[in-house]
């Protein structure tokens, strides 16, 4: 068996957790120094990181963030109930 590449893309990080739209600034700097602690100083949180298969966590550079731009109005359209 072979296998071709029929496409490629940029590099994305493989998950996000987004905060909602309603949070504050204060309240998602809090939640994503939480995170980073959690999984970069906690037992637990290194074995969640190893487990699923992730060197670890850190925010998303802004270059990342622009790339994923051309798929914001498609996501939207898809989590659209239907009518």
């Known amino acids: 068996m072979s296998v071709r590449t029929l496409a490629t ?3 994305v990080p493989p998950i996000m957790y987004l905060a909602h739209p309603k949070a504050s600034r204060r309240e998602v ?19 969640f990181i190893s487990d699923v ?13 622009k790339s ?4 914001v109005s498609d996501l939207k359209a898809l989590l659209r109930p239907a009518r």
Request: net charge negative.
């Open 53 to 65: 298969g992730h060197l670890g966590l850190r925010p998303p550079a802004t270059t990342e963030m």
């Open 9 to 11: 893309s940029n590099a």
């Open 29 to 47: 700097a809090n939640m994503t120094a939480l995170l980073l602690e959690f999984a970069e100083n906690t037992p637990e949180g290194r074995k």
């Open 68 to 71: 994923l731009d051309p798929y």
